[in-house]
Antibody
Framework: QVQLQESGPGLVKPSETLSLTCTVSGGSMTSMTSSNYYWGWIRQPPGKGLDWIGNIYHSGTTYYNPSLKSRVTISVDTSKKQFSLKLSSVTAADTAVYYC???????????????WGQGTMVIVSS | DIQMTQSPSSLSASVGDRVTITCRASQTIASFLNWYQQKPGKAPKLLIHGASSLQSGVTSRFSGSGSGTDFTLTISSLQPEDFATYYCQQSYSSPLTFGGGTKVEIK
């Protein structure tokens, strides 16, 4: 059973860069490099809905939400079984719970986030 | 971007009730529609993928239907543990987008 765990600072100053890491545990050693999986980040502002930030494939190919693309970088280190999020020039609007998640693509129509981390709250404030 | 609109935004129901939540896409998404359940302070949990396929380990009280632009999530007999917020999400095209959520509360 694969598990995901986010880690990183819970408080970031405005204009600085938010940095989070997601560690993948459990499952087989090849789970991160399976062709069926993408690894991604989703955020949820307090009291609001879910927003997709982006995904990365084990090869390093990235897919970003255009609304954040100029500020987002997602990277992967399969040897450490980790992937990371960097969001630059943050403002109060970036305050949210940040989730890492596995996106599984199998068969004709299966393309969903089937495994999630517990989430980590990041507050942007001076 | 494909907009996902859920209705209602909230509902009150009793244990044992049949509950239906609707999700409408702003353009056709075939069957690339997923449903998630989120309880307070917890991560979302995948319930239904591909519009109608039950995720492994999820109770058969939950079912999904629809294709194209109109989709429904049905809870056949609401149980106490089902009180939560439900989100739809399209995976047809990037950017991936979620509906605004439907909060199911106890009547």
């Amino acid at each position: 059973q694969v598990q995901l765990q986010e880690s990183g600072p819970g408080l970031v100053k405005p204009s600085e860069t938010l940095s989070l890491t997601c560690t993948v545990s459990g499952g087989s050693m090849t789970s991160m490099t399976s062709s069926n999986y993408y690894w991604g980040w989703i955020r949820q502002p307090p009291g609001k809905g879910l927003d997709w930030i982006g995904n990365i494939y084990h090869s390093g190919t990235t897919y970003y939400n255009p609304s954040l693309k100029s500020r987002v970088t997602i990277s992967v280190d399969t040897s450490k079984k980790q992937f990371s999020l960097k969001l630059s020039s943050v403002t109060a609007a970036d305050t949210a719970v940040y989730y890492c998640a596995r996106r599984t693509i199998v068969g004709a129509y299966t393309d969903a986030f089937d495994t999630w981390g517990q989430g980590t709250m990041v507050i942007v404030s001076s | 971007d494909i907009q996902m609109t859920q209705s209602p935004s909230s509902l009150s129901a009793s244990v044992g009730d049949r509950v239906t939540i609707t999700c409408r896409a702003s353009q056709t998404i075939a069957s690339f529609l997923n449903w998630y359940q989120q309880k307070p302070g917890k991560a979302p949990k995948l319930l239904i993928h591909g519009a109608s396929s039950l995720q492994s380990g999820v109770t058969s009280r939950f079912s999904g239907s629809g294709s194209g632009t109109d989709f429904t999530l049905t809870i056949s007999s609401l149980q106490p543990e089902d009180f939560a917020t439900y989100y739809c999400q399209q995976s047809y095209s990037s950017p991936l987008t979620f509906g605004g959520g439907t909060k199911v509360e106890i009547k």
